[in-house]
């Protein structure tokens, strides 16, 4: 596999990016922080479904911003709790959030560092989980190291579950999202400097820089099943989380899809891959 392209100074660009949009999104409608403080909850119901009971299970969130989500699987039972994230106001505020909910550090614990550090920078050895995903593999450079990275810290027994943007989405035009206008299968980065941020398009921001890649479905399987882990399933989905091209209409369900009238693609898709015990 060649391996992908880009600049030297991907990890502190987009380090600086999303330090600067944390306060953005903890103040922002999509992530109703206030809300998630009583709802408790932020798991997609596919996740839910797909996840399984996590009752008793530890678990490992790997970029896991400010924590949403990791606290949402303590919420529904995991025994203990673990995020990484590499920007620090990010772990703060996901440490904030878990002791104002009552949680202390045995059962919830966030640690800054970079995802490749992972096994070296979280406190145990191995988690019956590892969760990760909803816009986390398009900032990594090289889905090979990440997949063993993630693969060494699931426990016998345990598994990997990973749900994704389709990388299909990429390749398509903005506003239909069915022609295709950019290649499926590029290794080079993707460097844009855009203010704002999917919560607030308009918000002023200083920290624009952003380093991001593709990574083909044949890729991360390949990746995840060189590791020894077991694919237990790949699943692709109709419906994605935000307005991806103009033509997408949100369901009662509060997800996107195609009109009913037009050819589906997939839009995210799933993975769980097991460690035998
Ligand atoms: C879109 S968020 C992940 C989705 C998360 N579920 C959420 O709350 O929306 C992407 C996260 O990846 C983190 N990130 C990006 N590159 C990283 C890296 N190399 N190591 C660790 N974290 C990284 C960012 O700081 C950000 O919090």
Redesign the pocket.
């Known amino acids: 596999m060649r391996p992908h392209t880009g600049p030297d100074d991907w990890?502190e660009a987009?380090?600086a990016r999303?330090d600067e949009r944390v306060p953005l999104h903890l103040e922002s409608d999509h992530?109703d922080h206030e809300g998630f403080r009583r709802t408790r909850d932020a798991i997609r119901p596919f996740e839910a479904a797909e996840v399984g009971e996590v009752t008793g299970r530890s678990l490992l969130h790997?970029?896991?911003?400010?924590g949403?989500?990791t606290l949402s699987w303590l919420h529904r039972g995991a025994s203990r709790v673990v995020g990484?994230?590499?920007?620090e106001p990010?772990v703060d505020a996901a440490r904030g959030t878990a002791a104002e909910l009552g949680h202390d550090t045995d059962r919830a614990s966030f640690v800054a560092?970079?995802?490749?550090d992972a096994a070296e920078a979280v406190p145990d050895d191995s988690y019956d989980i590892v969760y990760t995903?909803?816009?986390?593999l398009n900032?990594?450079p090289d889905v090979v190291r990440w997949a063993e990275t993630a693969a060494s810290l699931v426990a016998p027994g345990g598994f990997l579950y990973l749900a994704e943007f389709h990388p299909l989405c990429d390749a398509l035009d903005d506003t239909t999202g069915s022609r295709v206008v950019h290649d499926y299968f590029s290794r080079d980065a993707w460097v844009e400097e855009t203010s704002g941020t999917y919560t607030d398009f308009d918000a002023p921001t200083v920290h624009n820089r952003a380093v991001e890649w593709q990574h083909p479905i044949g890729d991360v399987v390949s990746a995840v099943a060189a590791t020894g882990l077991r694919i237990e399933f790949l699943h692709e989905h109709d419906m994605t989380l935000f307005q991806r091209f103009g033509a997408l209409e949100r369901g009662d369900d509060g997800f996107y899809r195609l009109p009913a009238d037009r050819p589906r693609v997939p839009l995210m898709y799933s993975l769980k891959a097991t460690r035998p015990a």
Not at 84 to 87: A, E, N, R, T, V
Not at 133 to 136: D, L, S
């Open positions: 990890r987009n380090r999303w992530y790997l970029q896991c911003h400010f949403q989500d990484l994230d590499f920007s990010a560092a970079d995802v490749y995903g909803i816009g986390a900032w990594l």
